[in-house]
Nanobody, 123 residues
Framework: VQLVESGGGSVEAGGSLRLSCTVS????????MGWFRQTPGKEREGVAI???????RYADSVKGRFTISLDNAKSILYLQMDKLQPEDTAKYYC??????????????????WGQGTQVTVSS
């Protein structure tokens, strides 16, 4: 299984970016996929989760600004990020598991990860 991210970059505060994560090497009916982010010296934190049983969950800090979606036909996971703020600056990672999401989907739940893509938001 391989996850390849794209779409990161630099943007001014208030701007938008869309991250993509192409998932290959597996067919699946159940899934739990998500986006996480990490800054130097801090733990990786969950941003948004999408699952085959429940739809979506978001971190409080991004609710109303970020949207996670999955194109099942193309096996591409997206993260649309609007109204970006400097505190959103981080390396963003996509993650996947081919089972039902647990009640709390921590990074430890996911066996497959992308390489990460940097998002930098300037004020």
């Amino acid at each position: 299984v391989q996850l390849v991210e794209s779409g990161g970059g630099s943007v001014e505060a208030g701007g938008s970016l869309r991250l993509s994560c192409t998932v290959s090497g597996s067919t699946y009916s159940n899934y739990c996929m998500g986006w996480f982010r990490q800054t130097p010296g801090k733990e990786r934190e969950g941003v948004a989760i999408i699952g085959s049983v429940y739809s979506t969950r978001y971190a409080d800090s991004v609710k109303g600004r970020f949207t996670i979606s999955l194109d099942n036909a193309k096996s591409i996971l997206y993260l649309q990020m609007d109204k970006l703020q400097p505190e959103d600056t981080a390396k963003y990672y996509c993650a996947a598991d081919f089972s039902v999401c647990p009640f709390i989907a921590t990074p430890a739940h996911f066996p497959y990860w992308g390489q990460g893509t940097q998002v930098t938001v300037s004020s």
